[in-house]
C-alpha cells in the first residue's frame, strides 16, 4: 500500500473526529457508515492505479456505525435487521436462542406450508454463530517474544518448529517490520452458505448453494497489546466481538452481549494471513508432525494442541470441551502459511440422559498473498466448517457441512488516532460468560444469565428434537 501524507493526515482527523469515545452513537448505527471505512474508500476512488477495486468497492461496503464503541455508560442495543423470526419485539428482554440444535430440528420438520424467509434466518444463526468469531485455541500475547531457534536437549519436533516459524517470520516481513506494527486494519467480503446436512439415514445437498449464499462483508480492528475488534454484517445480521486486552466478548441478535468463557485468545479470523506476528506467536509451541502436499505445494505441518487449563477454563455446566487442535500448513517453497485447519470435541452431558458429542472442524485455505507495507498478506480465501453430533445412542449422528469465501478489500497498518478507548466492551455486556457450547444447543429463553439449570434444559430440547422422524425432511432452499 502506498503511504501519502495527504492521506494519513486526513486519516488522523477522521480518527479523531468519528472514532473518538466523546462522539454519540449515530440515530441508526445500521445504516451509517465507519468514517475510516468512508475515508479509504474515497482515497481508493481517487486512485486510477487501483481502477479494479473501484468496481468491487462500488458493489458493498460495511456497514458500521459512526463509533468503535459507545460512551461509557451507554448500553450497546441488541441489533437485529428486520423482525425476530420467533416474534419477538428487539425491546424485550427475553433472548431468543438458536444455534444447531434449533437449526437441526428445523432442517427435520420442514413443511411446504411453512415460511422458507424463516428458514433462511434459521440458516443464517447457524453460519453467523459457528462462522462469525471463533476464537484461537489458546492464549498468545503481542509482548511474548519468539523462542530462539536451539537443537541442544530440544526434541527434533520442536527444533524444526522453530525453524519453520523463522522462515514464515522473514517470508512475512521480518521480525522487525512487524514489531513496529502499533495497530492494523482490514476490510473484507464474505459469502457464506450452508452446502450439506447428512443423517443416519440420508444426505441432502444444497444444488442451489451458489443462489443461496449470504453475502455481507467486515471490518477488523487490532492494537497492541491483544486488543482486537471485527463486525460483520451479512444477510442482514450483523455479529460484533472484541477484546479489551482483559476479557473477550461477543454480541450477536439472539444472545445480546455476553463475555467469552476461557482466557483472553485471538480472533481465528485474524490468523487467516492478516496477522504474521499473532500467528507466529501462535505455532510456538507447535512441533513438526511431518510433511503434505496442498493443492500441489509441499507443505511443513505444526500441530499444537490446547492445554488442560484453558479447555478446563472454556468449559462451563455440562459442557465440556475436550480437545482443541491447531495444524499450521506452511509451504516449502514461499514459507507462507496456506492451510489451517482446527478441531475442537465438546461433550454435553444431559441430566440423567446419554450425552452428546459435537466436533466442530474448520478447514481453511490462504490465498493471493501480497505485500502491504512490506507484510505479505493473504487477499483471498475459503473455509470449510463440518459440525458433527453424535451420542452413545448407535444411528444418531448428523453432520452439517458449510463453506465461506472472504476477500480482503483494505489493509492500513498504524492507524492514527486509534487508541484504546475504541476496544471498550458494551456498557450492556452481562456478568455471566456463555461457553462456546451455548452455539450448539437449543431455545434458551430467559431473563437471567446462563446457569447450569439453562444448559441442561437447552440440551434436553436439542434431546427431544433428535427423537423426530427424518424420513419426511425435506431440504427448502429460496430460489
Known amino acids: 500500500m502506498e503511504k501519502k501524507q495527504?492521506?494519513?493526515?486526513?486519516?488522523?482527523?477522521?480518527?479523531?473526529?468519528?472514532l473518538s469515545p466523546s462522539r454519540s452513537r449515530a440515530a441508526s448505527p445500521a445504516r451509517s457508515m465507519s468514517p475510516i471505512s468512508s475515508l479509504l474508500r474515497r482515497r481508493k476512488n481517487q486512485s486510477s492505479n487501483h481502477h479494479h477495486h473501484q468496481v468491487a468497492t462500488q458493489e458493498q461496503l460495511v456497514p458500521r456505525s459512526g463509533s468503535l464503541r459507545p460512551v461509557v455508560g451507554e448500553a450497546l442495543a441488541p441489533l437485529m435487521e428486520g423482525p425476530d423470526p420467533d416474534g419477538a419485539e428487539l425491546g424485550e428482554s427475553k433472548r431468543v436462542g438458536s444455534g444447531l440444535g434449533n437449526w437441526v430440528k428445523g432442517q427435520l420438520s420442514r413443511t411446504p406450508s411453512v415460511s422458507a424467509m424463516a428458514y433462511r434466518r434459521s440458516d443464517l444463526r447457524l453460519l453467523l454463530g459457528v462462522m462469525g468469531a471463533p476464537l484461537a485455541p489458546v492464549h498468545v500475547s503481542d509482548n511474548d517474544p519468539l523462542p530462539h531457534l536451539s537443537i541442544k536437549d530440544t526434541p527434533i519436533e520442536t527444533s524444526s518448529a522453530q525453524y519453520i516459524l523463522q522462515q514464515y517470520t522473514a517470508a512475512s516481513g521480518g521480525q522487525k517490520l512487524q514489531?513496529?506494527?502499533?495497530?492494523?486494519?482490514?476490510?473484507?467480503?464474505?459469502?457464506?452458505?450452508?452446502?450439506?446436512?447428512?443423517?443416519?439415514?440420508?444426505?441432502?445437498?444444497?444444488?442451489?448453494?451458489?443462489?443461496?449464499?449470504?453475502?455481507?462483508?467486515?471490518?477488523?480492528?487490532?492494537?497492541?497489546?491483544?486488543?482486537?475488534?471485527?463486525?460483520?454484517?451479512?444477510?442482514?445480521?450483523?455479529?460484533?466481538?472484541?477484546?479489551?486486552?482483559?476479557l473477550v466478548w461477543r454480541h450477536t441478535p439472539w444472545l445480546g452481549a455476553h463475555t467469552a468463557k476461557g482466557p483472553v485468545r485471538p480472533l481465528r479470523r485474524a490468523l487467516q494471513g492478516l496477522d504474521p506476528r499473532t500467528t507466529a506467536s501462535m505455532f510456538a509451541d507447535a512441533r513438526c508432525i511431518g510433511e503434505k502436499k496442498i493443492?500441489?505445494?509441499?507443505?511443513?505441518?505444526?500441530?499444537l494442541c490446547a492445554d488442560p487449563q484453558t479447555l478446563k477454563a472454556r468449559s462451563e455446566g455440562p459442557a465440556e470441551i475436550i480437545?482443541?487442535?491447531?495444524?499450521?500448513?506452511?509451504s516449502q517453497k514461499t514459507g507462507l502459511l496456506v492451510y489451517m485447519e482446527d478441531s475442537h470435541l465438546t461433550r454435553i452431558q444431559s441430566n440423567g440422559g446419554d450425552a452428546v458429542y459435537w466436533e466442530t472442524t474448520i478447514n481453511s485455505f490462504l490465498d493471493d498473498y501480497r505485500p502491504v507495507e512490506g507484510i505479505m498478506i493473504a487477499h483471498s480465501g475459503r473455509s470449510v466448517v463440518t459440525l458433527f453430533r453424535f451420542g452413545e445412542v448407535a444411528m444418531s449422528h448428523s453432520k452439517t457441512k458449510m463453506e465461506e469465501a472472504w476477500t480482503i478489500e483494505e489493509v492500513a497498518f498504524n492507524v492514527p488516532g486509534l487508541s484504546v478507548d475504541c476496544f471498550i466492551p458494551p456498557a450492556d455486556l452481562r456478568s455471566g460468560s456463555i461457553s462456546e457450547a451455548?452455539?450448539?444447543?437449543?431455545?434458551?429463553?430467559?431473563k437471567?444469565?446462563?446457569?447450569?439449570?439453562?444448559?441442561?434444559?437447552?440440551?434436553?430440547?436439542?434431546?427431544?428434537?433428535?427423537?423426530?422422524s427424518t424420513d419426511n425432511m425435506i431440504w427448502k432452499t429460496e430460489v
Open 6 to 18: 495527504g492521506f494519513f493526515s486526513a486519516l488522523k482527523q477522521e480518527v479523531v473526529r468519528g
Open 438 to 446: 451455548c452455539e450448539l444447543t437449543n431455545d434458551e429463553r430467559g
Open 295 to 303: 493443492n500441489g505445494e509441499d507443505c511443513f505441518i505444526l500441530k
Open 179 to 246: 514489531n513496529s506494527i502499533r495497530n492494523a486494519y482490514a476490510m473484507g467480503k464474505v459469502r457464506m452458505v450452508a452446502s450439506e446436512f447428512e443423517t443416519a439415514a440420508r444426505t441432502v445437498k444444497n444444488r442451489n448453494a451458489t443462489r443461496c449464499a449470504e453475502s455481507g462483508g467486515f471490518v477488523l480492528w487490532q492494537m497492541n497489546p491483544d486488543m482486537w475488534y471485527v463486525e460483520l454484517a451479512v444477510g442482514g445480521s450483523k455479529v460484533h466481538a472484541g477484546c479489551n486486552g482483559k
Open 448 to 468: 437471567s444469565v446462563i446457569a447450569l439449570a439453562a444448559h441442561r434444559a437447552k440440551v434436553a430440547a436439542l434431546e427431544k428434537s433428535r427423537d423426530s
Open 323 to 330: 480437545r482443541h487442535v491447531l495444524f499450521g500448513y506452511f
